[in-house]
C-alpha cells in the first residue's frame, strides 16, 4: 500500500487524519500517539507479514540495548559496539549476504550459495535510524525515552519506507509539543498542496519516464547513440521525480498531521559542482554519514591525504547502502572522486556572489568557470554516473558506454519511446491514422518523450515543492491547477508502480 494507492488515498489517509485529529482534539494524546503507531505498523504489515516482525523485533533489541544504557553507565561504549553490530548485521543478512557469497565463491573457486533472501521493505532507512539513536545514546547525547516515543519514531509511517533519515531529537520533540497537535488549517492545505505535487512528480512523470528507462536498460546491446542519451536523461529525471515525489507525498502526509520532517532535497540539479550536488540532494543521508562515518574517521582533520581517502570511503559506503552490487561501488567511487576533484580547488566556479570557497590543496584556483558551466558539468557527469546506478551488472554498464559510440540511424528510438504508454496518446495517434500519416505511431510517441523531457528538465530549473508550498497563496489558480494534478495523478493510478528507493 504505497502513498501512490486508491486504497491509501480513500482509506487509510482519511482514517488515520480523523483518527489523530479528534483525539488529539480531546487531549487524548497517548491514545493519540498509540493510534499513529498502530497504524504505522498496519502500513508496514501491508508489504508482507514476514517484514513486520523483523522491524518489530528490531526495534525491542535497540530499546533494550537503551535501557541497559539506562542502568548500566558504565557499558555505554560495549552497548554501542553491540548495537551497531546488531544494526549491521541484520542489514548484512538481508541484504548483502547473497552479494557477499556470490564473490567470495567468484574469489575461491568453490560453488558457494544461499537461499534466496528476501530483503525486507525499507530496512535501510529505519536500521539507520535506529544507529543513529543508539550511537547518540552511548555517547550520551539522547535520553532513554519512553518506548512508546522510541516506537512511534522508528515505525512513523511517512518515513519508514524510503526516508527521509530523521535524528531521533527532531522527531521525539515534536511528537512531545503539545502546539503541534493543534489542527491548523493553513498547515494542513500546504501539506496537501505537497502532496499532490508530490503525487503527480510521481505518477504522472515518473512513471511515464520509466517505460522507456526499464525498456532502454533491457535492451543495452540494442541501443544507439541518441536513445542511449533519451534513456539516460529520461532516467535523470525518473529517479529524482520519483524519489523527491515520494518525499513529497511524505512531507505532505507529515505537514497534515502537524509533524515536519527534514528536508531531504534542494533542488540538486541546479548545483554547480559535485560537492554542491551532495549537499542537496538525499540531505538527510548526507548528514548521516558525515556525522557516524565520515567525522569518527576524521574527517578533514588528519592531513590532505586522509581527508581523501575519508571522502572515498563515505561514498563508496554511499553506494553499497544503495545496492549490493559492483555497479552501485563504482558509482559511489565515481562520485566520491569528483567530490575530491572540487575539493583540490583546481577548478572553481564563479556563484556571482562574495561567497567564500575553501580548497584543499590550492589556496587560489587555476582556473574559474561561470556558474553555467559549472552546473552543465556536474549535470552531465552525474549522468554519466548513473549508468553504473542503473545497470543490470558491469557487463550491461560497460556495454551502455561502447553502445554510446555505435552512430546508426535511430530506429530503435522510436520503439524506446513507444513504451512511454498513456492513455493521453491515444487521440493523436486515432487522428493521425485517420490523416493516413505514415508512421503516425512513431510520431506520436516520440513527440510525447520529447515533450515529458522537456517538462521534467524544465521543473528542475524551477523552485522545488518546499519553495512553492512555502510561498504559493491559495488563490484561484492555484486551486485549479492543484486540482487538475490531484485528478489527473487519480486517474492514472490505475497503472501504479513502487517508487525506485523501495529497493534500498
Not at 522510541?150 to 531521533?168: D, S, W
Not at 536523461?233 to 502537524?258: E, K, R
Amino acid at each position: 500500500m504505497g502513498f501512490n494507492s486508491f486504497k491509501f488515498i480513500l482509506l487509510f489517509l482519511p482514517l488515520l487524519l480523523l483518527g489523530w485529529n479528534l483525539l488529539n482534539n480531546r487531549r487524548l494524546y497517548r491514545a493519540a500517539d498509540f493510534f499513529v503507531i498502530l497504524m504505522s505498523l498496519y502500513y508496514y504489515y501491508t508489504f508482507g507479514a514476514q517484514f513486520f516482525w523483523i522491524l518489530l523485533f528490531s526495534i525491542f533489541v535497540n530499546y533494550g540495548l537503551s535501557f541497559i544504557v539506562e542502568k548500566k553507565r558504565d557499558l555505554r561504549k560495549a552497548v554501542k559496539v553491540i548495537g551497531v553490530l546488531f544494526n549491521l548485521s541484520l542489514l548484512f543478512y538481508f541484504k548483502y549476504l547473497g552479494f557477499f557469497v556470490d564473490n567470495l565463491s567468484a574469489i575461491t573457486g568453490k560453488a558457494l550459495s544461499v537461499q534466496d533472501i528476501i530483503m525486507p521493505i525499507g530496512i535501510s532507512f529505519f536500521t539507520f535510524g535506529q544507529i543513529s539513536f543508539i550511537v547518540d545514546r552511548a555517547n550520551g547525547e539522547a535520553p532513554h525515552y519512553p518506548l512508546c516515543q522510541y516506537a512511534m519514531y522508528t515505525v512513523y509511517f511517512p518515513k519508514l519506507i524510503q526516508g527521509p533519515i530523521a535524528f531521533h531529537k527532531e522527531m521525539i520533540d515534536q511528537f512531545k509539543d503539545e502546539a503541534k497537535r493543534r489542527f491548523d488549517s493553513d498547515t494542513f492545505a500546504r501539506g496537501m498542496m505537497s502532496f499532490t505535487i508530490g503525487l503527480g512528480k510521481k505518477v504522472i512523470l515518473a512513471d511515464t519516464l520509466a517505460g522507456s528507462v526499464n525498456y532502454g536498460f533491457h535492451y543495452t546491446y540494442f541501443m544507439d547513440t541518441l536513445t542511449i542519451i533519451a534513456v539516460m536523461l529520461a532516467y535523470t529525471f525518473q529517479i529524482y521525480l520519483d524519489f523527491s515525489g515520494y518525499c513529497d507525498m511524505a512531507n505532505g502526509v507529515s505537514m497534515m498531521l502537524g509533524i515536519r520532517l527534514p528536508d531531504n532535497f534542494n533542488s540538486p540539479y541546479k548545483a554547480k559542482s559535485s560537492k554542491e550536488l551532495w549537499q542537496r540532494w538525499h540531505m538527510t543521508l548526507s548528514r548521516f554519514f558525515i556525522k557516524y562515518v565520515y567525522i569518527p574517521l576524521g574527517g578533514s582533520r588528519k592531513g590532505k591525504i586522509r581527508t581523501v581517502l575519508n571522502v572515498l570511503i563515505v561514498f563508496i559506503i554511499s553506494g553499497l547502502w544503495h545496492g549490493a552490487g559492483w555497479t552501485y561501488i563504482c558509482w559511489g567511487f565515481m562520485q566520491g572522486l569528483l567530490v575530491v576533484w572540487d575539493d583540490l580547488g583546481i577548478v572553481a566556479v564563479d556563484y556571482g556572489d562574495d561567497r567564500k570557497r575553501k580548497y584543499l590543496l590550492r589556496e587560489k584556483p587555476l582556473f574559474v568557470v561561470p556558474g553555467y558551466l559549472g552546473n552543465a558539468m556536474t549535470f552531465i557527469m552525474f549522468v554519466i554516473s548513473l549508468v553504473f546506478f542503473r545497470s543490470q551488472d558491469m557487463k550491461y554498464a560497460i556495454q551502455m558506454f561502447k553502445q554510446f559510440f555505435f552512430f546508426t540511424y535511430p530506429g530503435f528510438l522510436y520503439r524506446t519511446a513507444s513504451q512511454m504508454k498513456i492513455a493521453e496518446n491515444y487521440v493523436p495517434r486515432q487522428i493521425l491514422t485517420m490523416l493516413h500519416v505514415q508512421g503516425g505511431d512513431d510520431i506520436v510517441y516520440l513527440a510525447t518523450m520529447i515533450i515529458f523531457l522537456a517538462v521534467s528538465g524544465f521543473i528542475m530549473t524551477r523552485k522545488n515543492t518546499k519553495e512553492i508550498v512555502e510561498s504559493t497563496d491559495f488563490g484561484f489558480k492555484t486551486v485549479l491547477g492543484l486540482s487538475v494534478i490531484f485528478v489527473w495523478s487519480f486517474i492514472s493510478l490505475s497503472d501504479v508502480s513502487t517508487f525506485i528507493y523501495f529497493q534500498y
